[in-house]
């Protein structure tokens, strides 16, 4: 079959608007979680991991947050009250190990995943015993954090492994 230049090209734009309007459905129903409180205060230095924690987590259905270092973490976790808070535990001036610590020692109950790219032998126990509720190495499968996210914000007793 022969198709004349305008016919092809507006059957290819038919098919990749058709494959996107699918792909965007699919991952709005596959990874929308839905709460009361949808802010998601995302800490790390690193621009490029903040901006893609900042999609995924936009992915998840929530409002995401940013802050670069542990003081400005501290604040906006003061202002916002976010649902759930996504630390780097290398972080200039005050470290997420540190401001894990100053939220339990405020009696802050804020679920608190450490997503780092620190390896998990040497940190992850410090990072778990200064109040995170979990673990998660970079680079992550968003799949797991989903799980992680899904797991504190809904069955707050829940446990889950980390992610080497």
Known sequence: ?????????????????????????????????????HV???VDNDADNLLLTKHIVQLLGFTPITAKDGESALEMIEQYQPALVLLEVMLPEIDGINVAKHLRENKNLVPVIALTSLPSDMFRDQALMAGCNGYIEKPFQIEYLETA?????FLPS???SYQK
Do not use: D
């Not at 092809?8 to 979680?33: D, E």
């Open 158 to 160: 829940a446990t889950f």
């Open 40 to 42: 998601v205060l995302i």
């Open 1 to 37: 079959m022969i198709y004349s230049t305008c016919t092809k090209k507006r059957h290819q734009n038919s098919i990749t608007k058709l494959f996107s309007t699918n792909i965007t459905n699919y991952l709005k129903k596959r990874l929308s979680v839905s709460c009361e409180n």
């Open 149 to 153: 996210i899904k797991q504190l914000l």
